[in-house]
């Protein structure tokens, strides 16, 4: 009797163990239905959208329809982008379509190649790439606000051209044209900044801007235009005179910091690791810059004088351990800092952003500046290195009134060789770096081959 009792109460402990896994199973299956939650745990995020995508796409507020057309075979590489998009806002619905199957489809929104998506929105409709996110997200910038943007480059003075060498912005413009601006390049020396500018960019000048230009310059500020000023270390004394004018200092100096070394630079390069919060181009709601930024060779631009009708402030510095060599010659011969030289250590000031312009009450937009002191940053050496890419495509969307799409991008790799590795090391972390790899583990390694030769001698 005691056997068959023990044997029942088996069977009834076994089937309760397997009712309430069922139950479990169940509630977890339930719970995954009525929830939709995605963790990305791929290193670079790459099944996630990037904060300025999600943020772009909740201003889509009517029905947003997605029409792409794939070469056969390729159908699952476009569809999971899509769903992504479609995920993050109901009102975007989505079609996968062969282009050699419908081919009367294609033609008829516009669409003539593979690997293109045609987007509806409103009344309006673009054509873009399918893939990648910020290209189809383009696209949907496109159709949302009703027109692209227009970016100049000012020329003449030895400035950064979008495209060329690695000195170049052919890396930023193509990743400005992602985000749907149109970029060009004006002289300012024959007229003023061209109609329809939406950003005026100043690119490293080597040579100073004359009087009449920069008069050309605040003119456009003053009615309400966008400048983004990107100067590496060199003498532009009229360019000081005139953010001088509005309460910005231009320091003729170079900073430049030995012990956040990044590898494979000369010890010139400053890293910026000290962001004000709140503001939108370093601090944005869609993803504030937490990785550091890089800038090459820099100078000092911080905040001075307050001019009435101007509000700037200082958003960015860089770490503790830099020093600002008040003689850009000696930093460039690799001369060491030195206080008794006149040199000053500590964090510096190297952005500042500000609006020009009092605010009349009656939807008259100000002027907005940004400036860095430093234009290597934003070349194609150096735009995907930490969050350089993200701090020049903050710059350009806050002075273009685009402020609420500004945040983290989706992380691209390069598709040309840098000339540095993207590691930030300390003096410290270097040296553990070394004693870890070149003492430390071949001493374990011999310590251990010696312990074994030593228990097969004993052993006999």
Same mark, same amino acid.
């Given at each position: 009797?005691?056997?068959?009792?023990?044997?029942?109460?088996?069977?009834?402990?076994?089937?309760?163990?397997?009712?309430?896994?069922?139950?479990?199973?169940?509630?977890?299956?339930?719970?995954?239905?009525?929830? /939709?939650?995605?963790?990305?745990? $791929?290193?670079?995020?790459?099944?996630?959208?990037?904060?300025?995508?999600?943020?772009?796409?909740?201003?889509?507020?009517?029905?947003?329809?997605?029409?792409?057309?794939?070469?056969?075979?390729?159908?699952? @590489?476009?569809?999971?982008?899509?769903?992504?998009?479609?995920?993050?806002?109901?009102?975007?619905?989505?079609?996968?379509?062969?282009?050699?199957?419908?081919?009367?489809?294609?033609?008829?929104?516009?669409?003539?190649? %593979?690997?293109? +998506? #045609?987007?509806? %929105?409103?009344?309006?409709?673009?054509?873009?790439?399918?893939?990648?996110?910020?290209?189809?997200?383009?696209?949907?910038?496109?159709?949302?606000? !009703?027109?692209?943007?227009?970016?100049?480059? $000012?020329?003449?003075?030895? =400035?950064?051209?979008?495209?060329?060498?690695?000195?170049?912005?052919?890396?930023?413009?193509?990743?400005?044209?992602? =985000?749907? %601006?149109?970029?060009?390049?004006?002289?300012?020396?024959? &007229?003023?900044?061209?109609? &329809? $500018?939406?950003?005026?960019?100043? #690119? !490293?000048?080597?040579?100073?801007?004359?009087?009449?230009?920069?008069?050309?310059?605040? #003119?456009?500020?003053?009615?309400?235009?966008?400048?983004?000023?990107?100067?590496?270390?060199?003498?532009?004394?009229?360019?000081?005179?005139?953010?001088?004018?509005?309460?910005?200092?231009?320091?003729?100096?170079?900073?430049?910091?030995? =012990?956040? @070394?990044?590898?494979?630079?000369?010890?010139?390069?400053?890293?910026?690791?000290?962001?004000?919060?709140?503001?939108?181009?370093?601090?944005?709601?869609? !993803?504030?810059?937490?990785?550091?930024?890089?800038?090459?060779?820099?100078?000092?631009?911080?905040?001075?004088?307050?001019?009435? !009708?101007?509000?700037?402030?200082?958003?960015?510095?860089?770490?503790?351990?830099?020093? $600002?060599?008040?003689?850009?010659?000696? +930093?460039?011969?690799?001369?060491?800092?030195? +206080?008794?030289?006149?040199?000053?250590?500590?964090?510096?000031?190297?952005?500042?952003?500000?609006?020009?312009?009092?605010?009349?009450?009656?939807?008259?937009?100000?002027? @907005?500046?940004?400036? *860095?002191?430093?234009?290597?940053?934003?070349?194609?050496? %150096?735009?995907?290195?930490? &969050?350089?890419?993200?701090?020049?495509? /903050?710059?350009? *969307?806050?002075?273009?009134?685009?402020? *609420?799409?500004?945040?983290?991008?989706?992380?691209?790799?390069?598709?040309?060789?840098?000339?540095?590795?993207?590691?930030?090391?300390?003096?410290?972390?270097?040296?553990?770096?070394?004693?870890?790899?070149?003492?430390?583990?071949?001493?374990?390694?011999?310590?251990?081959?010696?312990?074994?030769?030593?228990?097969?001698?004993?052993?006999?």
């Amino acid at each position: 009797m005691s056997t068959l009792s023990r044997s029942a109460r088996g069977w009834t402990e076994l089937g309760a163990h397997v009712v309430l896994l069922l139950i479990g199973l169940g509630g977890m299956q339930v719970a995954a239905e009525r929830t /939709n939650r995605r963790i990305d745990l $791929t290193p670079g995020r790459a099944l996630s959208l990037a904060p300025a995508t999600r943020k772009l796409l909740a201003e889509v507020t009517a029905p947003l329809r997605i029409t792409v057309f794939f070469r056969r075979g390729t159908r699952e @590489r476009h569809a999971d982008l899509v769903r992504l998009f479609a995920d993050a806002n109901p009102r975007i619905a989505f079609e996968l379509l062969d282009l050699d199957r419908f081919p009367e489809r294609a033609r008829s929104l516009g669409v003539t190649s %593979y690997g293109r +998506a #045609a987007i509806e %929105y409103g009344g309006r409709r673009a054509v873009v790439l399918a893939a990648p996110e910020e290209e189809l997200a383009g696209g949907i910038r496109r159709v949302v606000h !009703g027109r692209r943007r227009h970016l100049v480059f $000012t020329t003449g003075h030895g =400035e950064r051209e979008p495209g060329g060498a690695a000195d170049g912005y052919g890396r930023l413009a193509a990743a400005l044209g992602a =985000e749907d %601006y149109v970029a060009g390049a004006a002289s300012l020396v024959d &007229g003023p900044v061209p109609d &329809g $500018t939406d950003v005026l960019l100043v #690119a !490293g000048p080597r040579h100073d801007f004359l009087l009449s230009e920069l008069d050309a310059v605040a #003119a456009y500020l003053a009615a309400g235009g966008g400048v983004v000023m990107l100067l590496d270390p060199a003498p532009l004394p009229n360019v000081a005179q005139l953010l001088a004018s509005m309460g910005i200092q231009l320091g003729d100096d170079m900073i430049v910091d030995r =012990e956040r @070394r990044v590898l494979g630079t000369d010890g010139l390069a400053a890293v910026v690791e000290l962001f004000k919060r709140g503001n939108p181009v370093t601090d944005p709601d869609a !993803g504030a810059i937490d990785t550091g930024v890089v800038l090459p060779s820099a100078r000092t631009v911080d905040v001075g004088t307050e001019v009435p !009708g101007v509000a700037a402030e200082t958003i960015a510095r860089t770490a503790p351990s830099a020093w $600002t060599e008040h003689d850009p010659a000696r +930093a460039r011969r690799g001369e060491e800092p030195s +206080a008794a030289a006149g040199d000053t250590p500590g964090s510096a000031p190297v952005l500042v952003m500000a609006q020009v312009g009092a605010d009349d009450g009656v939807g008259h937009r100000r002027g @907005r500046l940004v400036v *860095a002191g430093d234009a290597d940053f934003a070349s194609d050496a %150096y735009l995907d290195l930490l &969050g350089n890419r993200d701090l020049a495509l /903050n710059a350009i *969307a806050w002075v273009a009134g685009e402020e *609420a799409l500004a945040g983290e991008r989706p992380k691209r790799v390069p598709e040309v060789d840098r000339p540095l590795s993207p590691l930030v090391l300390t003096a410290r972390d270097a040296r553990a770096i070394f004693v870890a790899g070149v003492v430390v583990e071949p001493g374990l390694v011999l310590l251990a081959g010696v312990v074994l030769v030593g228990l097969r001698r004993r052993r006999g």
